[in-house]
């Protein structure tokens, strides 16, 4: 299996600033953060606004001979970009897919939607399903592979339902990232299990773990909860039972890091969860 960092976990590195470091560390490979996204609210840059290392969507087509020069100038290859366009958003997909088949990467996130308990699943569901064929046909058409994640929050939080939303697709346009510190969040199943059900459509790793910590008491007297991500050694997901996993299924693909703590450095996370994992992989 090949290493790659996502760069949103990458906020305050410039994107040649990123390569380089990914490059000396010994990675394989960079997953680029694409969108329009906002500025931080304090100036600092952060994981989710005001990230240096985040290419804009509204000029991703022709930022890409600029990307794809940058990266492979650095030795890196580039297993997916990372974009936030949703399905239901057809000309902002259209986009990323342009821009991915321009930098030569062999796939992009596209995203399903949101849900929150507070309307009916099924029908949601069955919409998305509809407006992902259309993803799936405009994908095909660019040569690159539409990838759901499997995300707390939204219509596909486990394995199991992702595999479900895209029954019937064809794995060559459409597949999932597999994310096992989103499923500590919402949706675990045993690891082995979801990747024996997703199958064919098991496209891509992304590498994080989290934590659950106690905020309180509720009103009734229960515990409150709540999760937080975590440094890859102190989480809840079991990484060395993950790889075990991908071994049994066969998976010989991408391992890409998405590492949200801050109890480190950038810097020293970048070099510690690459020779963590490198271990697991050795053992």
Not at 72 to 89: F, H, I, Q, R
Not at 162 to 180: C, K, Q, T, Y
Request: glycine share 10%; proline share 6%.
């Amino acid at each position: 299996m090949r290493c790659a960092y996502f760069t949103a976990g990458l906020p305050e590195y410039t994107p040649e600033e990123a390569v380089a470091a990914l490059r000396d560390a010994g990675y394989d490979g960079i997953e680029w953060r694409v969108t329009d996204q906002a500025p931080s609210a304090d100036g600092r840059p952060g994981f989710w606004a005001g990230n240096r290392c985040t290419w804009p969507l509204t000029t991703f087509v022709e930022d890409a001979p600029r990307i794809r020069a940058l990266t492979e100038s650095a030795g890196l290859s580039m297993p997916n970009v990372g974009a936030y366009v949703t399905c239901d958003d057809l000309p902002a997909v259209e986009r990323a897919l342009q821009g991915t088949a321009a930098l030569g990467a062999p796939g992009v996130r596209i995203n399903v939607p949101r849900y929150d308990g507070t309307s009916p699943y099924l029908p949601l569901r069955e919409r998305s399903r509809a407006q992902y064929r259309e993803v799936a046909a405009m994908a095909r058409r660019y040569g690159v592979r539409a990838l759901i994640e499997i995300h707390m929050g939204n219509i596909t939080p486990s394995a199991s339902a992702a595999a479900a939303f895209l029954e019937g697709f064809d794995p060559r346009d459409v597949g999932v990232i597999h994310d096992a510190g989103n499923m500590v969040y919402e949706g675990y199943e045993q690891y082995r299990l979801g990747l024996e059900t997703l199958g064919p459509y098991l496209a891509h790793v992304h590498i994080k773990n989290a934590r659950w910590e106690r905020t309180g008491t509720r009103a009734d007297g229960s515990v409150e909860w709540r999760a937080t991500f975590a440094p890859l050694r102190k989480g809840i997901a079991d990484l060395s039972g993950l790889m075990r996993a991908l071994r049994a299924v066969g998976y010989d693909g991408w391992l890409s890091f998405e590492d949200f703590s801050t109890e480190r450095p950038t810097a020293e996370r970048i070099i510690d969860n690459l020779a963590y994992v490198r271990h697991l992989l050795a053992a």
